[in-house]
């Protein structure tokens, strides 16, 4: 059965950090690229980062660049986005999610994933 589950969200003050992950499993995660996307209230979901299958490659979108890092650990099977430095426009429900690739790329491209979580919500607030 194929799985997908994340972790880490809370509540935390404008200016912390968060580590979320997202442990896989019923698939081999090393064929896939991994991306996190985060949906807040009203609004669509969107690309925040992605990684490679390898760990070679990754993207973050401008409003994440400097403060989010993504990174993974396929003996572990677990992709991690560590958050810094948060805001409280980054208050959303946080999804990861899965692409098999044959190359070492990735795109922050909600229609073309194959596998989600259900996400974990982070809040950003005092």
């Known amino acids: 059965q194929v799985q997908l589950v994340e972790s880490g969200g809370g509540l935390v003050q404008p200016g912390g950090s968060l580590r979320l992950s997202c442990a896989a499993s019923?698939?081999?995660?090393?064929?896939?690229?991994i991306g996190w996307f985060r949906q807040a209230p009203g609004k669509e979901r969107e690309g925040v980062s992605c990684?490679?299958?390898?760990?070679?490659?990754?993207y973050s979108t401008d409003s994440v660049k400097g403060r989010f890092t993504i990174s993974r650990d396929n003996a572990k099977t677990t992709v991690y986005l560590q958050m810094n430095s948060l805001k409280p426009e980054d208050t959303a429900v946080y999804f990861c999610?899965?692409?098999?690739?044959?190359?070492?790329?990735?795109?922050?491209?909600?229609?073309?994933?194959?596998?989600w979580g259900k996400g974990t919500l982070v809040t950003v607030s005092s």
């Open positions: 990684i490679s299958k390898n760990g070679g490659y990754t």
């Open positions: 999610a899965a692409r098999r690739r044959v190359d070492n790329v990735c795109f922050v491209s909600r229609n073309n994933m194959d596998y």
């Open positions: 019923g698939f081999p995660l090393d064929s896939y690229a």
